[in-house]
């Protein structure tokens, strides 16, 4: 299903009409801005000429209206790829774009501010260009090669992928060099340029030249690269009768041959017009025949012309650019943490303090996780069912029999030690989910999805968490660590010993058996209590304060969603309390859906929720949250319109950026099957991945 879809069935008519009204402002803003802007070059030039002038007043303002257009559709570009920038190589490309608008404004100035009483507006304009010309160079350089980050793992090339930057930077540094002795020689005019100094400009330039082409020649072969593991990756899945993964190779070998053929004439046109851009400059600062001079500043203004429209084409073919949606998708940036100073509710009893700061170092490695869904239906819980098994089944048969005879958490049983291990990521997920859906949520979060279809497919086939695992170990993220309540909280210190719903297994229809150990419970009222009346020892009433010090201890610890198919999770108390608190500290939150027909399917159950209808497992853990909550807001009503901002909030909600995230995919569609490419064919058995694989 396409992302368009998904907008329309989530987005309401009335915020359609008020996006597609921001999007007109702003074009119409940026018009305004690019008019104003080139009207005003075009004037100060021709204002900064006194007396008689060189050349005729009336064939330079022609040149320089022709040059009007080109420079407004520079400019007009750059605005609006900036206001919608939704990818890092987008926002660089409206920086290539804002030098070319400069540059050519710079040509405006230079052609009307030609006369014989003006060689100081001249000079300035005169430089400006030529600098505008050579920093137009390097960012479209600079653009290319960042567009090739994302090939060199799957071309497996490290040489080249070493070799590239370090001639371009190579480049840049003889470049600054041979223009700063240009300018000495050149425009603070010496009498005399002393033998040295023309070997040594022309040297150095000689040495710029040889440079480029040597990383002309990488890039070519790098593209040629890419298109030629796009093609093989598309025979293989012929062969295997992967129609998907065919279809995916398909289009974006084409999208990579129309960016190649973006970046091939934008990289002519910059090149060639740059020199001839800078002998027009200089042309206008010195005496030539009539003849000679309308023929070379000619074929010199033409020429800014097609650098001018060709960059705006080629920029955004290369960059991704004309597959934007065109809408309020401006680059997620990094989140800014709000000051989150964690203390402890009770400060003067250091057990609560102490109970939480443990409690906050079970992390566990995904290593871990995946080895132990290895052993559900082997020696663990051997009735085991990957499609109808949920996280509680799993909790209650598996987790809790394992650690009976240590009498702890499963994360302890793995990382023993006081010192524990202190995870980078907290998963967000209710009981009533999939276990091997939470599973799968875990795995994209690693490898950077935002669907786990995929994932959920390969876990539930058999040897299909074998190739989960090669991934995992390719891609380098098998030992990310993870916070899950189900794997970190002791379960012996509180549920065990007690079935009091009369809960039974999803498949047997069993009830869940009792745990007969000993371990003392500790519920929200059990004393110890701090002076809020709260239970000390209890390890389910410190989920706040425990992502609050692990936020504290770094400010990049982030939350993953792991949503149900059902959108169950946004109806348990627990879960919307933790989302609430992670929203609150300004915590990276980023949602995992099933897949993108969820949000279609089940949006009338997000736009429904009401706090008092929510369910805990316990009603006690409800009553506790439905106080906070009363305390923080007021009233619940309060709550609830909090809790739809913060769902559907249109630059911050969890749907806004899980469909901004989606939309980056798309856009770098080449990127995502390249390193589907890379990981399916280093995986023993990455006929599974290819036959399941499609566009997340």
């Known amino acids: 299903m396409s992302s368009g879809l998904i907008d329309e069935a989530v987005e309401s008519p009335a915020s359609y009409l008020v996006r597609l009204y921001h999007c007109c402002s702003r074009f119409l803003t940026a018009l305004v801005i690019v008019t104003l802007t080139t009207w005003a070059a075009f004037c100060l030039g021709e204002s900064a000429c006194i007396g008689e002038p060189k050349r005729p007043r009336d064939s330079l303002t022609h040149y320089a209206t022709m040059v009007l257009v080109p420079t407004g559709a520079a400019g007009l570009g750059a605005l609006c790829l900036w206001w919608n920038a939704s990818t890092p190589h987008i926002l660089k490309a409206t920086h290539f774009l804002v030098v070319n608008?400069?540059?050519?404004?710079?040509?405006?100035?230079?052609?009307?501010?030609?006369?014989?009483?003006?060689?100081?507006?001249?000079?300035?304009?005169?430089?400006?260009?030529?600098?505008?010309?050579?920093?137009?160079?390097?960012?479209?350089?600079?653009?290319?090669?960042?567009?090739?980050?994302?090939?060199?793992?799957?071309?497996?090339?490290?040489?080249?992928?070493?070799?590239?930057?370090?001639?371009?930077?190579?480049?840049?540094?003889?470049?600054?060099?041979?223009?700063?002795?240009?300018?000495?020689?050149?425009?603070?005019?010496?009498?005399?340029?002393?033998?040295?100094?023309?070997?040594?400009?022309?040297?150095?330039?000689?040495?710029?030249?040889?440079?480029?082409?040597?990383?002309?020649?990488?890039?070519?072969?790098?593209?040629?690269?890419?298109?030629?593991?796009?093609?093989?990756?598309?025979?293989?899945?012929?062969?295997?009768?992967?129609?998907?993964?065919?279809?995916?190779?398909?289009?974006?070998?084409?999208?990579?041959?129309?960016?190649?053929?973006?970046?091939?004439?934008?990289?002519?046109?910059?090149?060639?017009?740059?020199?001839?851009?800078?002998?027009?400059?200089?042309?206008?600062m010195e005496d030539l025949d009539a003849e000679a001079q309308a023929a070379r500043l000619n074929a010199a203004v033409i020429a800014q012309i097609v650098n001018l429209l060709v960059n705006v084409l080629g920029v955004f073919l290369f960059s991704g650019a004309y597959r934007m949606t065109w809408q309020s998708s401006k680059l997620l940036a990094s989140p800014e943490s709000s000051p989150c100073k964690w203390q402890p509710k009770s400060p003067q009893d250091d057990r609560w303090e102490a109970k939480t700061k443990e409690l906050a170092s079970r992390g566990l490695r995904l290593r871990d996780l995946l080895a132990f869904y290895k052993r559900l239906g082997q020696d663990l819980m051997l009735s085991y069912e990957?499609?109808?098994?949920?996280?509680?089944?799993?909790?209650?048969?598996?987790?809790?029999?394992?650690?009976?005879?240590?009498?702890?958490?499963?994360?302890?049983?793995?990382?023993?030690?006081?010192?524990?291990?202190?995870?980078?990521?907290?998963?967000?997920?209710?009981?009533?989910?999939?276990?091997r859906d939470l599973l799968a949520s875990v795995v994209a979060d690693a490898l950077g999805e935002h669907t786990i279809e995929l994932f959920a497919q390969l876990l539930e086939v058999e040897g299909g968490v074998y190739v989960v695992e090669e991934l995992l170990e390719v891609q380098g993220s098998i030992d990310e660590t993870y916070w899950i309540c189900a794997f970190a909280v002791n379960q012996h210190s509180n549920i065990c010993g007690g079935n009091p719903k009369g809960d039974v297994d999803s498949a047997t229809q069993r009830p869940y058996p009792i745990c007969p150990c000993a371990e003392?419970?500790?519920?929200?009222?059990?004393?110890?209590?701090?002076?809020?009346?709260?239970?000390?020892?209890?390890?389910?009433?410190?989920?706040?304060?425990?992502?609050a010090y692990l936020f504290q201890q770094n400010p990049w610890f982030a939350q993953v969603v792991a949503v149900d198919a059902e959108l169950t999770l946004f109806t348990r108390a627990w879960c919307v309390a933790e989302l609430a608190q992670g929203q609150r500290m300004g915590m990276a939150q980023s949602l995992k859906l099933r897949n993108k027909a969820v949000l279609l399917e089940r949006k009338q159950t997000l736009e429904c929720l009401k706090v008092e209808e929510m369910q805990a497992t316990r009603p006690a853990d409800k009553d506790v949250i439905l106080s906070k909550i009363k305390a923080d807001f007021g009233n619940y009503a309060n709550f609830d319109s909090n809790l739809q901002k913060l769902i559907f909030d249109p630059k911050m909600g969890l749907v806004t950026a899980w469909k901004k995230a989606d939309a980056l995919q798309q856009m770098e569609e080449l990127s995502h099957v390249l390193k589907w490419v890379r990981l399916s064919t280093a995986v023993g058995d990455g006929l599974q991945v290819r036959r399941k694989w499609f566009v997340q």
């Open 101 to 284: 608008w400069v540059g050519g404004l710079a040509s405006l100035g230079l052609l009307n501010s030609n006369s014989s009483n003006c060689n100081v507006s001249t000079n300035m304009w005169v430089v400006l260009r030529i600098l505008m010309q050579v920093t137009e160079f390097v960012l479209l350089q600079g653009l290319i090669q960042h567009r090739f980050q994302s090939f060199w793992p799957v071309l497996n090339q490290p040489r080249l992928a070493n070799c590239l930057p370090r001639m371009f930077k190579t480049e840049v540094f003889l470049l600054v060099a041979g223009s700063v002795l240009a300018f000495v020689f050149v425009f603070v005019h010496l009498s005399v340029v002393p033998t040295w100094g023309y070997v040594a400009t022309w040297g150095l330039l000689t040495l710029v030249l040889l440079c480029f082409f040597t990383w002309v020649v990488l890039v070519v072969l790098t593209l040629c690269s890419v298109v030629r593991k796009l093609h093989a990756a598309e025979r293989l899945g012929a062969e295997e009768g992967s129609l998907e993964w065919c279809k995916a190779c398909r289009r974006v070998r084409r999208a990579a041959l129309l960016q190649g053929f973006g970046m091939t004439i934008t990289l002519m046109t910059t090149t060639i017009f740059c020199g001839m851009a800078i002998l027009a400059s200089e042309d206008l």
């Open 386 to 435: 990957p499609g109808v098994h949920t996280t509680q089944d799993v909790v209650r048969l598996a987790i809790i029999p394992e650690t009976s005879s240590c009498r702890s958490s499963y994360a302890q049983l793995v990382n023993p030690g006081a010192q524990g291990l202190t995870p980078r990521k907290m998963v967000t997920h209710n009981w009533s989910n999939l276990f």
């Open 520 to 547: 003392p419970k500790f519920f929200n009222k059990t004393p110890p209590l701090n002076d809020a009346g709260e239970s000390i020892g209890c390890e389910l009433n410190k989920f706040d304060d425990m992502m």
